[in-house]
């Protein structure tokens, strides 16, 4: 037998040794929990560096493309200045020829029409500064629907119905205005669109919400423009705020685009999807604007191609 003396380090009892195995288990736990946070937050924070150099480089194809646009909208409006001129000379000389006054009146349409592509482009390529004054609601939605209603009272009469309470939000009257009547007149061509598979309908719905942002939820005013139209695709969702992206025969494509920069400059979102069942028209589409309320609401300006990526939800 060995006359080796025991070290002390050997002499462990088994209560001793559970005990240290405990704490060691614990601490790699600890260690694996921690690894595994971490691990998330790395990756959370390549996404968000993914999405921002995404934003990043939408806003410079934006902002050089607004630049050209504006340019050539500036060239337009003045020749076209002049011939809406010539053509109003025109109809008061052939006032006593029917036919020839009727041609000249028809050129004074068409440059009417093309005279507001031309305010869209310049719209679109300016820059926003949002001046806030207190806005009432549903005055400045009734304001929207008065300036749509040669549209909701065309040939597919699109009915509309309000529903919130009263209230006010500080905002600019003439931007949110515009934006306003860009959604409520984008919903009521989608409704009357679809009037053959149901009677067009468009509903404007408001009340308190959150914006969604990394921080707790920031107090909003939701106003949600639904349709009786055939929804939006994935497709159509990811591009319908892009400048010049129309669904439809006619129109320039930069309503949505419009509304979009407006209610970045207010510091909302905008989120769109499809009504489900148990909503007004499902299966139709609902835009939501959403405007930071009370405290939370900052001056921001906006020029063309300056964006934050609006809240959809699928």
Known sequence: MSDAPIHPAMNVSSSELGELFSAFNEVTN????????????????????RRANDELDRSRRLAALG???????????????SIGLY??????????????CEIARKIRRVV?????????????????????????????????????????????????????????IEADASLLQQALVN??????????????????????????????????GTPALSI????????????????MFNPFFTTRNIGTGLGLAIVHRIIDAHGGQIRVRNAESHESYPGGAVVELLLPSGSNQSEIHVTAGTSRASGSEQ
């Open 112 to 168: 009417s029409g093309l005279d507001a592509v031309v305010g869209d482009v310049l719209s679109f390529s300016r820059t926003m500064q949002v001046r806030r004054i207190e806005v009432g609601l549903p005055d400045a939605i009734d304001r929207a629907a008065e300036s749509c209603r040669e549209l909701l009272e065309g040939q597919a009469r699109v009915e509309m119905k309000l529903a919130g309470r009263a209230c006010e």
């Open 30 to 49: 600890k260690l694996q929990e921690t690894h595994e946070r971490l691990t998330g937050e790395v990756v959370r924070l390549k996404g968000e560096l």
């Open 67 to 81: 630049e050209m646009a504006a340019g050539i909208a500036h060239e337009v409006r003045n020749p076209l200045g």
């Open 183 to 216: 959604v409520v007149r984008n919903a009521a061509e989608a409704a009357a669109s679809n009037a053959g598979e149901r009677s067009p309908a468009i509903e404007v719905r408001w009340g308190e919400a959150e914006l969604l942002t990394d921080d707790d």
């Open 87 to 100: 053509a109003e000379m025109l109809t008061t000389d052939l006032v006593d020829r029917p036919g020839e």
């Open 224 to 239: 949600c423009v639904s349709d009786s139209g055939q929804g939006v695709t994935d497709e159509v969702r990811e591009r």
